[in-house]
């Protein structure tokens, strides 16, 4: 009697077992056959082109002509000014919102800031559209123009959407990610590393970049990758604002693109075979490099966590 | 002492009846500039450490009020900008052709809905098993796989999952779809849930599984109605918080459920969806439909706050429930 019931036993679990391996086989194989589905449908661009995709500027749909160059560049050069922007900014509120400022007000804080990350990404080029296009257009960039025009940076006319705005959009919304991020790697920084500083004579801003600041650089520097995973990947605000000129320029007033950006704008549209393949052949490239970016940030995140609590007792 | 650093620098020592309540609650406090430092007693250098740390702490402040202000300047500008358009109509009526006033989004709004929920119907219970599946069975190669597989696929760019779902679905059916659509927002979903479920189940102390077991409960019993059912807060968190994610998702949609300016007719027809509506509307050259953009921003992110207030709340009270 007693191992009739005992076989039912086992009976339920094998069951359940093979669902949930199931369910993570089916997972994997999927994922897998997206992978090699998209190197697939975009080999004819890798054939056709070659070593030409990687290093030609040259995207001309109409002539069959698609080289990477430029919208690498645009998103290099967006996310690089975002994180430019963005580290410090997100750094220096994230110090001042565990370490100075009282409690309740950090709470709050970072409460709001947490909900302001999960706005999503469109409504963020609503706004660059209508509210930071015409602000860079009107004020900032002829403000730029007229006294750093001599740096080829900041000449030429300014159009309003372009490199720069993109990168300060972008900024304005990675900074949530990096600074929640940034609070974290603080907060586990033990306190009496503090006290120590502060025995030893530190002023507070001496305190704040001896014992905390420094010994976190690397949380901070996995936390700006993040960030900067996030920017690469960004795909409509940045489509929304950066004015979509496949190009390479130096100044950040010009239009660019970005591979993100290439591919939301001319995917839908793209009627010729090898167009469609050059885009695919786009996203291959961004998955590529952010996988690398995503697994870069992670393993240093990790190793300084586990680092940060062994150091912690 | 609370958490601020006591400046060793300026400031009176603790005044009397304070001193004496000290002494009287016998707690050894040490006694901060107990006598006040004088400018005599400090060197040039020490003057101009701290005139640099004041102007140190005062520029933090600044930064803090640079990360904040445009956050909230976006908040707000939403707001102000998106409640004129926001009426009835705005609901539940079809978009109006350009140059005639009135019309709404109720396409978008019943297509995001389709979307969503068709998402949530199938990637919920298929991100939780896979969650139950990393935390449970976690020793097994498979799982320790299919974790990799996890981690890899949030990171992707939502583009390229576009681009991945338009591979597999839409040039099979040779159409846009909703399902085109539901598929590349499921790849976002799934991951986001199985990561959450994994992460509160391995919270679940494992005398818990032990006791279960004990009593000769059958394993997949233990963990389905006593491990999963116990945090079933924290995975609600989890699930509302990749609902919110996905509500807002507009990349992957662009061309896989593509839009559909007559209202909803068929999984198998292109779709709209609030973002992609809103896109299209922003990037439009007309005022009429700005109008309509600014307010579909103002419903969307009041959409994507409330699920993401609730999950905070969710979250507090299973909290509560495990102490």
């Not at chain 1, 930071?132 to 740096?151: D, N």
């Not at chain 1, 650089?217 to 996995?222: C, E």
């Not at chain 2, 103002?298 to 994507?304: A, H, P, T, W």
Request: charged letters at 15%; hydrophobic letters at 50%; proline letters at 5%.
């Amino acid at each position: 009697m007693s191992t009739l019931w005992q076989k039912d036993i086992h009976r339920g679990d094998r069951l359940f077992q093979f669902v949930l391996r199931a369910c993570a086989i089916a997972a994997m194989v999927l994922l897998l056959f997206m992978v090699v589905n998209l190197g697939y449908r975009s080999w004819p661009a890798f054939k056709v082109f070659g070593l030409k995709f990687f290093v030609s500027s040259d995207w001309d749909p109409v002539n069959d002509q698609f080289g990477v160059v430029s919208f690498v560049y645009g998103t290099l050069v967006s996310s690089a000014l975002a994180l430019l922007i963005a580290v410090p900014v997100s750094v220096g509120s994230a110090l001042c919102l565990t370490e100075l400022a009282p409690r309740r007000i950090s709470a709050v804080l970072g409460f709001l800031i947490e909900m302001l990350a999960a706005i999503p990404s469109v409504v963020y080029g609503l706004w660059g559209i209508f509210v930071l296009a015409p602000l860079m257009r009107e004020t900032v960039q002829p403000f730029l123009g007229k006294y750093l025009g001599w740096i080829p940076l900041f000449s030429g006319p300014a159009y309003g959407v372009g490199m720069l705005t993109a990168g300060i959009l972008l900024a304005i919304m990675i900074i949530p990610t990096i600074l929640s991020i940034s609070r974290e790697v603080f907060f586990a920084i033990p306190r009496a590393q503090r006290e120590a500083a502060l025995a030893l004579g530190a002023t507070r801003f001496e305190t704040l970049w001896i014992a905390v600041v420094k010994s976190s650089v690397s949380g901070l520097f996995g936390a700006s990758v993040l960030g900067l995973a996030r920017a690469f990947g960004e795909t409509m605000a940045v489509t929304m604002v950066i004015g979509n000129r496949a190009e390479v320029a130096v100044s950040l007033f010009a239009p660019g693109q970005t591979m993100a950006s290439v591919i939301a704008n001319e995917y839908a549209e793209a009627t010729t075979d090898i167009h469609l393949a050059a885009l695919g052949a786009v996203g291959v490239t961004l998955f590529l490099v952010s996988w690398l970016i995503n697994s870069t940030a992670r393993a240093i995140v990790s190793r300084s966590e586990r680092r940060g609590g062994a150091g912690g007792r | 002492m609370d958490d601020k650093a006591p400046r060793p620098s300026g400031g009176s020592g603790p005044s009397g009846t304070t001193f004496v309540r000290m002494i009287r609650k016998q707690t050894p406090q040490p006694r901060w500039g107990g006598r006040r430092y004088t400018r005599a007693r400090l060197s040039l250098s020490d003057v101009k450490r701290r005139w640099v740390s004041r102007f140190g702490v005062f520029f933090l402040y600044c930064l803090t009020f640079l990360a904040v202000t445009p956050l909230l300047g976006i908040f707000i500008y939403i707001v102000n900008k998106g409640i004129p358009g926001l009426n009835r109509d705005f609901f539940v009526s079809l978009p109006k052709p350009v140059g005639e006033t009135g019309g709404g989004m109720g396409n978008a709004i019943v297509g995001s809905g389709i979307l969503v929920s068709l998402t949530s119907i199938i990637g919920v219970p298929w991100g939780i098993l896979l969650g139950v599946y990393l935390s449970e069975y976690a020793s097994s190669r498979l799982a320790r796989w299919l974790r990799q597989c996890i981690d890899q696929l949030s990171s992707i760019p939502s583009i390229v999952i576009g681009l991945f779902a338009y591979a597999m679905i839409v040039v099979w059916t040779k159409h846009f779809s909703a399902w085109a659509g539901t598929f590349a927002l499921l790849i976002i979903l799934v991951p986001i849930v199985a990561r959450t479920t994994e992460e509160i189940l391995k919270l679940v102390p494992q005398h818990i599984r032990e006791a279960g077991l004990a009593l000769g409960i059958p394993r997949w019993n233990v963990t389905l109605f006593i491990v999963l059912k116990g945090v079933r807060g924290g995975v609600m968190t989890g699930v509302i918080l990749g609902i919110a994610r996905i509500m807002g998702e507009t990349a992957p949609l662009i061309f896989t459920a593509f839009n559909n300016q007559y209202g909803f007719s068929g999984l198998n027809q292109p779709t709209a969806s609030l973002p992609v509506q809103l896109y299209t509307y922003a990037i439009s050259p007309f005022e009429e439909w700005h109008q309509q953009a600014w307010t579909g921003a103002l419903v969307l992110v009041g959409i994507v706050l409330a699920l993401n207030v609730i999950s905070r709340i969710l979250f507090k009270k299973s909290e509560v429930r495990r102490d």
